[in-house]
DNA sequence: TTCCGTTCGTTGCTCATGCAACCAATAACA
DNA sequence: TGTTATTGGTTGCATGAGCAACGAACGGAA
């Protein structure tokens, strides 16, 4: 039939509409939360995004290696090991090593680590409940099952591999 | 496994559990999915993410400024004067002045940025769908539901403002 | 007209990030 | 024992993104 060759002002036919588009939306959701945290994390406390994880696994486990900090791969072997210098340069995480397999360090908070922790912890929880203050609790359960279900999901469609840790 | 031993001691009080934590599993969850269309996007057309996000408004629009691409502030204007720029020079869109405003200009795809569109857009879509396929309808229902409702009040906890683009 | 405030878009600078190459230590195995 | 393959972690390099400062163009007011 006649597929519309005249070139008029609506586009031919939109395959993909942006603003339907899941992985777009999640990209724009991410962000915007990462945003209202980065807030918190870097203009108060003077933490990247990877210094803030870092601090929060750590204030978790009390006692982890690096390769620990990145479970299933989200941050990089590079990201985290420059996260940890800095952290450490600023006296707020301390190694030791690791004397059965000296390839590995075990990473640790310092008591100024931890207060930063205690400090920036409750602030990022209260964004985090603020975030989902506008869902009933039965909508948060959904979401969160519906979350893991996608992740993982999109951990089998991206490459994301060929780095160690598989699940 | 080192079996050594190595005490991994329980932190005297986890006040956040990282995986609990919705802004990261957010972010760990867009992560995957936007590396699992990276990989089209680059791998296999040259596109960056933001070069995508022009080459699909454009698809959608026909013609649209600089401006317009981004409507919520998700990407910076300077990212999108580079991202136009590049597909310029790759003759995949064209410029056109807006004699009725020449602070601005039209942009539109070339029919090779066209053919581009058509070739990438099917793929993105069908990873979109692969995502997807682990929820029934009605959980991909409540999911946008869902996303929408996250996303506009993240926007208004987000500082993203002071940047032309209003609410 | 001229002056001022605002908006669209570009560009220089800086820094964070990802990749890959690399070192050191361990593990596997002949 | 030596020899090779893996693994934990660091670093050089190049790319990418955000910020801020800038130039150009518009709108409004005198």
Redesign the pocket.
Known sequence: MASGSAARKPAPEPLVVLEEFLPYRLNVLAGLTSSALAQIYAERFGL???AWRVIVTLGQYECR???DMAPDGV???????????ALEKRGLVKRRPNLD?????WLALTPEGRAIYEAVAPEALAVGERLLSVLTPQEQKTLSTLIDKLTRQARLLAPRDTE?SEA
């Open positions: 990247s995004i990877p290696t690096a390769r941050m990089h072997k590079s990201t985290v090991s420059r996260a940890v210098s397999d000296r390839r590995e360090e160690g």
